[in-house]
C-alpha cells in the first residue's frame, strides 16, 4: 500500500515509462506479455482499477468506480489514476473511465489466451542431440556472469585483475556512471558504483537495464522493439528453448547484450535458439533473481546470512567470493573459514566506507536487508547501538565542510554593500553574509557576474 | 509492502445442484461449462497480479472433498501442454490441470441413484489446513525463521450451489471460528478473510454468517452472463487492498442458528445456561455437558412454548457423538439453572452485537 | 571594495579552536568570519584538512 501512496510509482521502470510518447507505449501494448509485465509492475491499486475495467464493454462514469473508494483513501485513489493515466492506460479525461483499447486486448489476451501476436515467445523445436540445459546450468551461467560484472566492479581499483566482462558491458558501467577512467587509464568504481553495490540484486538489474534502455536511440535501435524484448523475456518459461527466428533484427541485435549480462543463454554452435535464465524470468516478480551462490543452500541464501553482534563483531555465513568483497568495503575482516567470515565493523572500515561514497543508510539496510534469519527474531533487527555508531561516524566525517569562492568586503558604504549583496542573492550565490561586517562570500561559479556588476556600477559612477 | 496473496478456493461441484443451475427454468441459468471458463479467467488475473501469488482449489464432491490443484504441487511433466507462442504457459497449465482433476473427479461420480451430501465441510476444513501451513510453514520448524513480509496474505472464496445442510451447522461454524482465529503471528491481520460466492440456491444462512464473521463478503450472482465482472470486484483485491477499494458486502444477514439436537434451523430455541448448547425444545439433560435440568422447570418451559405441539422430548443424540463445542454458541445469556427460551437475533441491526 | 579570492570552511566551533591553534604555526587564514564560519587560502585547503583529520583522530581511541 506505501508504494501506491508515495509520490513515485511502485517500479523504476515505470518512470521511464511515463516519458515516452502515447505512439510508442500504445504500440508497446500490442503484445499481450507486455501487457502482462507492465501490469504486474503496477502497484496493487493501480492493478485492482485496471482489473475492475478490463472487463467492461462500455466505459464507465468516474463517479460509479470512485463511490467504491472510502474517503480517506481518495488521495491514494487520485495518485493511482494519474499513474495509470501518464502510462496513457487511462484517458486523461476526468469524467468517463475507461482502459486504453489496445491495452485491453493485449490484457485480455494475456489472461484467456487467444490472440496470434507471439509475444510471448516460440519454443524451438526440440533437438534430440542438443536437449535444452537444465535450470541448474542456467543459474550457473546466470550467477557466473552476474558475479563476473559485480565483482569486477568490486575489486578494480584494489589491484588485483579478475575476469573482465565484455566491452559492452563495461561501457554500459561507465555510462551508468557506475564506473569512470581516471586520467584516461582503467575503469575505477565510482561511489554511485559502490552504492550501487549494496542495492538487492533485482533492484541491480534492473539499473543496468535502464541505462541500457536509455542509450538505445543512440544505437539507433528500436526501444518498443527493445521493451518488448525484455518484456516477453520476462512472461517466458525457465529451461525452455526458444527461436531466434521470429525475433526482429533490433531483439536479435539485443541477444548479444543479454548473453554478456547473463540474462539469456545460447549454445555457441546453436545460435539460432536461446534459453533465457532466472534473471529473466523475474524480471517482473520479486522472488530472487539470482539463484543460488556456490556452495550455499538456496533458502539461508533468500534469506540472508549476516549475525551482527553488539560488540561490532560481524559473522557472514558465506563463501562467496563477491560477498566477502562487498563486506570488505565496509567491514574489516579477520579470519576466514571454510563457510564463515569474522571481521569487525570498525571507525576505520566505516570511515573507509564512507570516503567512497557510501552512506550510513546504506550500509544499515545492506546488513538489515542479509541479515540471517536468527537476527530476525531481534526488534529491533540490528543492534542499535552499532547502527548509532555508523550514523554517528557519518556525522564526523561531515564536521568541516569546505566551499571555494570570493570573499567580498571593504565595501565604501552600507548603500553599497546592500546594492551588491542584493544582486548576488538574486543570483542564489551567496554562502554566507554579515551585514555589521560589510562582507559576504560568494561561490567561485557566482564571481564572474559579480565582478561584472561591480565594474559596470563603477563605471556608470565615473 | 506488496505481500504476495493466497487465494484458497471451494468449489461446490455437486452434479445434481449444477444440472439445476443449468436447466432454463432455474432463476438465472449458467451450465457448469460456462462458469468454469468465467473461473478460469479469474483465477488466472490471481496469479497476474503477482508472479508470487499462490492458488489452492479444494472440490466438495458428493460424499467427499478432495483437493484438485494446488500452485505449490511440482508440475507433472507427463501431461504438459505443447509450448505456444500466444499463451503465457503458466496460465494455460494451470488451466489445464484444474479443468482434468474437475473432469477426472465429476466422470468418476458415475449416475448413482441418489447423492450422498456433499462434503463441504471437509473442503472448507483442508482449505483452512492447507492455509495454516502455507502461512506458519518453518516457523515452526526450529530456526528457519522467514521474514514475515514474505508470507502470503490468506483469504478462501466458497463457491456455493448447494443448499445448508443444517446437520453440518456446528462444524461450518467451528471452521468460520477456526478461520478468525487463525492468526498469523504477524498482527497485520487476525483473521482468514471468507468470501462467499453463491452461484445458485437459497440464500445460505451459514455461508453469510461465515462471510460477515470474517469480513469477507456474500455475493449471491443474479446476473449469470456478469459473473466475471462478480468475480473481479469482489473478490480479487486482497483483503488489506479492501480498505483502499472496497468491495460490495451483504446487507442482510440471517443469523439464525441449528439447534444440537435436530439441527434445525431455528428462530427461537432453548439454551443451555451452562454451557450455551442450543435445542429446539427443552431437555431434561444437556447433551453437550450433561447439566441436569430441574423437571419442573422443563415443564413451565415446555407450556410457555409458542407453538402448542405436545412437548415430549425426544431423546436427544447421545452426547458422544456431539462435537464438544463450547464455542459455538456466541449469545450471551444471563446465567441461571434453567434452560430459558432465547429469542434469536434475525438480522444484522440487533445480530451484530451480540455476535462480536 | 575587494574580492579575495579563498575557501569558506564551514564547520563546529571545536572544530575552529583547532584551526586557530594550527593557523598559529603556519598562517593560512585569511578572515576569521564568526564562530562557525572561516575564509582561508584556496591552495592551502588539502594541507589544512590534512592536518585537521590528523588531529582530529587523536582524540579518537580503538580497542585494537
Redesign the interface.
Same mark, same amino acid.
Given at each position: 500500500m506505501e508504494t501506491s501512496s508515495s509520490d513515485t510509482p511502485s517500479h523504476l521502470l515505470l518512470a521511464f515509462l511515463h516519458s515516452q510518447s502515447q505512439t510508442a507505449l500504445t504500440r508497446l501494448y500490442q503484445r499481450p506479455s507486455a501487457c502482462l509485465s507492465i501490469f504486474r509492475l503496477l502497484g496493487p491499486l493501480e492493478r485492482q482499477i485496471v482489473m475492475n475495467l478490463l472487463w467492461l464493454e462500455s466505459v464507465i462514469p468516474a463517479a460509479t468506480m470512485a463511490a467504491w473508494v472510502p474517503q480517506d483513501s481518495r488521495q491514494a485513489y487520485e495518485h493511482s489514476l494519474s499513474i495509470l493515466s501518464r502510462l496513457h492506460l487511462l484517458p486523461r479525461s476526468a469524467a468517463k473511465l475507461a482502459l486504453n483499447s489496445t491495452l485491453k486486448t493485449g490484457l485480455r489476451h494475456a489472461i484467456v489466451g487467444g490472440g496470434s501476436s507471439g509475444s510471448f515467445g516460440v519454443p524451438a523445436n526440440s533437438d534430440e542431440s542438443h536437449p535444452p540445459p537444465s535450470v541448474e546450468t542456467l543459474d550457473a551461467y546466470a550467477l557466473e556472469r552476474w558475479e563476473t560484472i559485480l565483482h569486477y566492479m568490486v575489486s578494480s581499483g584494489t589491484g588485483r585483475s579478475p575476469t573482465k566482462p565484455s566491452q559492452a558491458v563495461l561501457v554500459l558501467l561507465q555510462r551508468s556512471g557506475l564506473m569512470a577512467s581516471v586520467h584516461g587509464g582503467a575503469l575505477q568504481i565510482t561511489s554511485l558504483g559502490f552504492q550501487f553495490l549494496l542495492h538487492p540484486p533485482h533492484a541491480q538489474l534492473w539499473e543496468l537495464l535502464l541505462q541500457y534502455l536509455r542509450m538505445v536511440e543512440e544505437r539507433q535501435m528500436d526501444l518498443v522493439e527493445v521493451l518488448s524484448f525484455l518484456f516477453m523475456l520476462s512472461t517466458m518459461e525457465l529451461g525452455r528453448e526458444y527461436s531466434v527466428e521470429h525475433l526482429s533484427a533490433t531483439q536479435t541485435a539485443m541477444l548479444e547484450d543479454l548473453r554478456d549480462y547473463g540474462i539469456i543463454w545460447q549454445r555457441k554452435t546453436s545460435p539460432t535458439r536461446f534459453c533465457p535464465t532466472r534473471l529473466a524470468t523475474t524480471l517482473t516478480s520479486s522472488s530472487p533473481p539470482l539463484p543460488t551462490a556456490a556452495g550455499v543452500t538456496s533458502s539461508s541464501q533468500a534469506q540472508g546470512f549476516i549475525i551482527l553482534e553488539t560488540n561490532y563483531r560481524l559473522y557472514a555465513y558465506t563463501d562467496n567470493p563477491l560477498q566477502t568483497a562487498v563486506l570488505n568495503l565496509f567491514v574489516s575482516l579477520k579470519s576466514r573459514f571454510p563457510n564463515l567470515v569474522v571481521g569487525a565493523i570498525t571507525r576505520e572500515s566505516v570511515k573507509k566506507a564512507l570516503a567512497n561514497g557510501i552512506t550510513a543508510d546504506q550500509i544499515i539496510s545492506y546488513l538489515t536487508t542479509h541479515a540471517h534469519p536468527q537476527m530476525r527474531k531481534n526488534k529491533p533487527l540490528l543492534p542499535v547501538t552499532v547502527q548509532d555508531q555508523i550514523r554517528l561516524w557519518e556525522l564526523e566525517k561531515n564536521r568541516m565542510k569546505s566551499q571555494e569562492g570570493y570573499l567580498y568586503t571593504a565595501f565604501a558604504s552600507q548603500a553599497d554593500y546592500e546594492y551588491v549583496l542584493h544582486y548576488a542573492k538574486q543570483l542564489g550565490v551567496v554562502l554566507w553574509e554579515s551585514s555589521p561586517r560589510r562582507c559576504f562570500f560568494g561561490t567561485l561559479e557566482g564571481h564572474p557576474n559579480i565582478r561584472g556588476f561591480i565594474e559596470r556600477r563603477t563605471a556608470g559612477h565615473a | 509492502m506488496d505481500k504476495p496473496s493466497h487465494l484458497s478456493i471451494v468449489l461446490d461441484l455437486s452434479p445434481k445442484q449444477w444440472h439445476l443451475a443449468a436447466q432454463p427454468g432455474s432463476p438465472h441459468p449458467i451450465t457448469l461449462a460456462t462458469f468454469l471458463s468465467h473461473l478460469l479467467a479469474f483465477l488466472n488475473a490471481h496469479i497476474a497480479c503477482k508472479d508470487e501469488n499462490s492458488l489452492a482449489i479444494f472440490g466438495a464432491l458428493p460424499g467427499k472433498s478432495i483437493l484438485l490443484y494446488s500452485s505449490a504441487a511440482p508440475v507433472d511433466d507427463g501431461d504438459t501442454e505443447p509450448a505456444d507462442a500466444n499463451t503465457y504457459r503458466p496460465f494455460k497449465l494451470m488451466d489445464s490441470i484444474i479443468m482434468k482433476s474437475i473432469t477426472r473427479e465429476i466422470d468418476a461420480l458415475g449416475e448413482p441413484e441418489t447423492e450422498e451430501p456433499i462434503g463441504f465441510v471437509g473442503a472448507l476444513t483442508k482449505a483452512l489446513c492447507y492455509i495454516n501451513r502455507v502461512t506458519t510453514s518453518n516457523t515452526t520448524s526450529g530456526d528457519r525463521g522467514v521474514d514475515p513480509a514474505t508470507l502470503p496474505d490468506p483469504r478462501i472464496l466458497i463457491i456455493s450451489v448447494s443448499p445448508d445442510q443444517s446437520s453440518s451447522y456446528i462444524s461450518v461454524m467451528n471452521s468460520i471460528f477456526s478461520a478468525q482465529k487463525l492468526a498469523s503471528f504477524d498482527l497485520f491481520y487476525q483473521k482468514v478473510t471468507i468470501d462467499v460466492c453463491k452461484i445458485f440456491g437459497a440464500e445460505s444462512v451459514f455461508l453469510q454468517q461465515a462471510a460477515h464473521l470474517t469480513g469477507g463478503s456474500y455475493i449471491d450472482v443474479d446476473r449469470p452472463d456478469a459473473l466475471l465482472q462478480y468475480l473481479m470486484m469482489s473478490f480479487l483485491a486482497p483483503p488489506g487492498l479492501r480498505q483502499l477499494i472496497t468491495v460490495p458486502t451483504q446487507d442482510k444477514i440471517d443469523f439464525r442458528a441449528a439447534c444440537f439436537c435436530h439441527k434445525n434451523i431455528v428462530d427461537i430455541a432453548f439454551i443451555c445456561s451452562v454451557c450455551l448448547s442450543i435445542f429446539c425444545s427443552p431437555v431434561p439433560v444437556c447433551s453437550t455437558c450433561r447439566t441436569k435440568f430441574p423437571i419442573k422447570t422443563l415443564q413451565r418451559l415446555n407450556a410457555s412454548r409458542p407453538n402448542t405441539t405436545p412437548g415430549t422430548p425426544r431423546p436427544p443424540t447421545p452426547a458422544n457423538s456431539l462435537p464438544r463445542s463450547t464455542s459455538i454458541a456466541p449469545q450471551s445469556l444471563p446465567r441461571s439453572t434453567s434452560i430459558v427460551p432465547q429469542s434469536l437475533p434475525r438480522n444484522a441491526s440487533n445480530g451484530a452485537s451480540t455476535l462480536r | 571594495?575587494? &574580492?579575495?579570492?579563498? %575557501?569558506? @570552511? =564551514?564547520? !563546529?566551533s571545536a %572544530?575552529k579552536q583547532i584551526l586557530l591553534t594550527m593557523n598559529e604555526k603556519q598562517s593560512f587564514i585569511? #578572515?576569521d @568570519? !564568526?564562530d562557525h564560519?572561516l %575564509?582561508i587560502k &584556496?591552495d592551502e #585547503?588539502w594541507r589544512v584538512?590534512r592536518e @585537521?583529520e590528523a588531529e @582530529?583522530e587523536k582524540n =579518537?581511541y580503538?580497542l #585494537?
Open positions: - | - | 571594495m575587494k &574580492a579575495i579570492r579563498g %575557501v569558506l @570552511l =564551514t564547520c !563546529d %572544530v585569511i #578572515e @568570519l !564568526d564560519h %575564509v &584556496a #585547503e584538512k @585537521l @582530529l =579518537t580503538s #585494537e
